[in-house]
Each structure stands twice: as structure tokens, then as C-alpha cells.
């Protein structure tokens, strides 16, 4: 286990239905079902429609945020995902957006952020990196 204030899931995901993610409106409920689904507290969102097509979003949270961009041409959604305190809600909310998502391909990295806290004599939690 590593010590840290934080998690943070970045990720890839690749051969997602290009219709799904073409517009903000199909998104949105699938961006705010994971804030939910991970427990997370939304503070506030903001969505991107491209033109001709393509959306990204930020749902700013009390524990950070959850970001993503599209690129329907590519059939690629990348997520950003950072939560302080419990680490399974950044987890458990990765889960969701893969189910809904349903992507063929899912290239991830997971950073314990503020690890060197715990040198710092400050609170530590533990994170487990998988």
C-alpha cells in the first residue's frame, strides 16, 4: 500500500459506440450517473458541445473532479478521474462510465496523488494500487 491524500484514474477508452458519445446530451447522464454512482459530491458541471460532433465535460466535486473529452471519429473517451478521501469512489465511479461505456479496449493509470504526506508527518490514508 502507498500513502496519499488522493486517487487519481486516468483512462482510455477506446471502440465506444461513436453515437453515444457524440453529444453532450447523451453524456451528461452518463457523467452524472457516475458522480452518483461513486458517492461523489457535485459542486458544479460544465459541458462542451463540438461541432460537427465530439463533447467535453468537467463536474467540479468536493472531492476534485471527474473530466472527459470524446472523439467520435476515433470511438475514444478519455476520463480523468481524481477523489480525495475514500479511494473506492474514484473506483466504483470507473466502474459505472466502463458499464455504460462499454468500450472494446481500456488503457488506465491510477496515481496516488500526495504520497509523500506521510514523510510530512501529515493524516495519511491507504491507498492500495492495483
Known amino acids: 500500500m502507498k500513502v496519499g491524500v488522493g486517487i487519481h484514474i486516468i483512462a482510455d ?7 453515444l458519445i457524440s453529444t453532450t446530451e447523451r453524456m451528461y447522464p452518463i457523467i452524472e450517473g457516475a458522480v452518483k454512482y461513486g458517492r461523489l459530491t457535485k459542486i458544479s458541471s460544465d459541458y462542451y458541445q463540438f461541432r460537427p460532433q465530439g463533447a467535453s465535460g468537467v463536474v467540479l466535486l468536493a472531492e476534485s473532479h471527474l473530466s472527459f473529452h470524446t472523439w467520435p471519429e476515433y470511438g475514444l473517451v478519455t476520463l480523468d478521474i481524481y477523489t480525495c478521501g475514500d479511494p473506492k469512489t474514484a473506483d466504483d465511479a470507473f466502474e459505472y462510465l466502463t458499464r455504460e461505456l462499454k468500450p472494446t479496449s481500456v488503457t488506465t493509470r491510477k496515481i496516488v496523488r500526495g504520497d509523500l504526506v506521510g ?12
Open 13 to 19: 477508452f477506446y471502440g465506444v459506440d461513436s453515437k
Open 119 to 130: 514523510e510530512e508527518g501529515l493524516n495519511e490514508m491507504q491507498v492500495e494500487i492495483h
